[in-house]
């Protein structure tokens, strides 16, 4: 269970990003549990995270500040290992200074000389794939693949869709966008149908009349014949 103080500076440090929210980041504690908190990170353009949207956790021990939090990602991401704690220098690798802020050392997680750490590792700011506990080495063309597919892959998490409506919106948004051309390509399909309907039914007439006189020509060779058989036959009478 947290302590009052911890419950108390996580709710100031909430308030207090509510109303000056950090870049590229949103961070929000769980409804049920002020210790349990979830963000997503914004890749920056010109780095191969770039259209990538990374969700995480922090879970905050109960006697923070005096105990540093454990961040964790679930987003395939190519930095860093899923579900397993990322070490940092205000993760539980290192101790947490208590007079600094949420918002500059958790949730924009930043270096003690100001540089931004964790998102540094998506911006292109931090030190290339330097190693550090929990991370991987992967290329630039499996950053991007994931990047690409992030969104897609969180909208499949039932507590992201709760907590972040608007990212769940911005894919929406996106799959709309990725439509009109599968529309035009069934448009297209559907007028070719309706073109081939059309032309069936100027055929057919012209079929069945080739057809009808397909069958009166036999008639036609009858009645000649029969005529040809009775002159034949009158003509020994009309000798007499």
């Known amino acids: 269970m947290a302590e009052k103080a911890c419950v108390m500076r996580l709710q100031k440090e909430y308030r207090?990003?509510?109303?000056?929210?950090?870049?590229?980041?949103?961070?929000?504690?769980?409804?049920?549990?002020?210790?349990?908190?979830?963000?997503?990170?914004?890749?920056?353009?010109?780095?191969?995270?770039?259209?990538?949207f990374y969700y995480g956790k922090i879970k905050f021990p109960p006697e923070y500040p005096f105990k540093p939090p454990g961040i964790s990602m679930t987003t395939p991401n190519g930095r860093f290992m899923t579900q397993k704690k990322i070490c940092l220098s205000i993760s539980d690798c290192k101790s947490l200074n208590p007079s600094r802020k949420l918002?500059?050392?958790?949730?924009?997680?930043?270096h003690p000389d100001g540089a931004p750490l964790l998102h540094g590792e998506f911006s292109g700011s931090s030190m290339d794939n330097s190693p550090t506990t929990g991370s991987v080495n992967t290329t630039?063309?499996?950053?991007?693949?994931?990047?690409?597919?992030?969104?897609?892959?969180?909208?499949?998490?039932?507590?992201?869709?709760?907590?972040?409506?608007?990212?769940?919106?911005?894919?929406?948004?996106?799959?709309?966008?990725?439509?009109?051309p599968v529309v035009e390509a069934q448009e297209s399909s559907q007028?070719?149908?309706?073109?081939?309907?059309?032309?069936?039914?100027?055929?057919?007439?012209?079929?069945?009349?080739?057809?009808?006189?397909?069958?009166s020509f036999p008639t036609w060779m009858l009645l000649l014949l029969v005529s040809f058989v009775g002159l034949v036959m009158a003509l020994p009478l009309l000798q007499l």
């Open 103 to 110: 918002e500059s050392d958790v949730v924009g997680v930043k």
């Open 16 to 52: 207090a990003l509510c109303k000056e929210p950090v870049s590229h980041i949103v961070a929000r504690p769980s409804p049920n549990d002020i210790l349990d908190w979830h963000y997503v990170l914004e890749g920056s353009q010109g780095t191969p995270f770039a259209g990538g």
């Open 140 to 180: 630039v063309a499996e950053k991007q693949r994931l990047a690409k597919a992030s969104l897609a892959f969180n909208c499949r998490n039932a507590t992201f869709r709760k907590l972040f409506p608007e990212y769940v919106e911005k894919y929406e948004e996106q799959r709309m966008r990725e439509q009109p």
């Open 191 to 215: 007028a070719l149908v309706e073109k081939r309907e059309e032309v069936k039914r100027v055929e057919t007439p012209k079929e069945e009349m080739r057809q009808g006189k397909k069958a």
